[in-house]
């Protein structure tokens, strides 16, 4: 009697579902991956550094349309808000020397000369909500972003204060061309990415 109460721990939905409050994400529980940030090959370091990092926000332009007696609205060009994320800024400089080689492919403040094209300084990245698994067993990936066509758009170092115990931190804007949200690894065994999160199957 006791151990079947627990499945009252919900709203009830009148079917026939029985399935009691399921476990939520938690925001603690995630992991980001940089791929082709700065110039240095391995970016682990961002991935153990980062404090936190916002999920992706999308809006949809209205687009108006007056009628004869009214007004229709439709979804016009989608727009991907900037997220952000905050670094702590290690003793042995690898995060902040990471954060400027990638402010330095994108424009050159010695000689005053900006990258040719996109390709030339836009990055991935990668956001994974996880399980809580560490060590010998691996986590699941409960949910995954792929952020592509990135670039950074604002780098504040924050401030340095004698009356403070916190660590030193580097907060970063990151702007990007599209996102893809996945269930799971997001990624197939071929590299290919697996199928979006509402698209439908068929065939």
């Known amino acids: 009697m006791a151990k079947s109460s627990l499945t009252k721990f919900t709203v009830p939905t009148g079917g026939e579902d029985t399935q009691g409050l399921l476990m939520p994400k ?3 529980r995630f992991r ?3 791929i082709d940030f700065g110039v240095t090959k391995a970016t682990t370091e961002l991935t153990k550094q980062l404090q936190s990092f916002t999920r992706p926000q999308i809006t949809f332009d209205p687009i108006e ?4 007696n009214s007004k229709a609205y439709f979804a016009g060009r989608p727009t991907w808000s900037a997220v952000n994320c905050t670094l702590r800024d290690d003793a042995t400089g690898g995060v902040s020397k990471l954060v ?3 402010i330095q492919k994108q424009f050159d403040f010695m000689e005053q000369a900006s990258a040719a094209s996109g390709i030339d300084y836009k990055f991935r990245v990668h956001i994974e909500m996880l399980d809580g698994g560490n060590g010998a067993i691996e986590p699941n990936v409960l949910e995954r972003w792929e952020l592509y066509g990135c670039f950074v758009t604002d780098v504040n170092y924050n401030d340095v204060d004698y009356g403070s115990n916190d660590p030193m931190t580097i907060t970063m804007s990151i702007r990007y061309d599209n996102a893809i949200q996945t269930a799971g690894g997001g ?4 590299n290919t990415v697996a199928t979006p999160i509402g698209s439908t199957i068929t065939g």
């Open 26 to 28: 938690l925001k603690f």
């Open 65 to 68: 349309v007056p009628v004869y």
């Open 32 to 34: 980001a991956e940089f």
């Open 187 to 190: 990624l197939n065994a071929d």
């Open 100 to 102: 400027g080689e990638q």
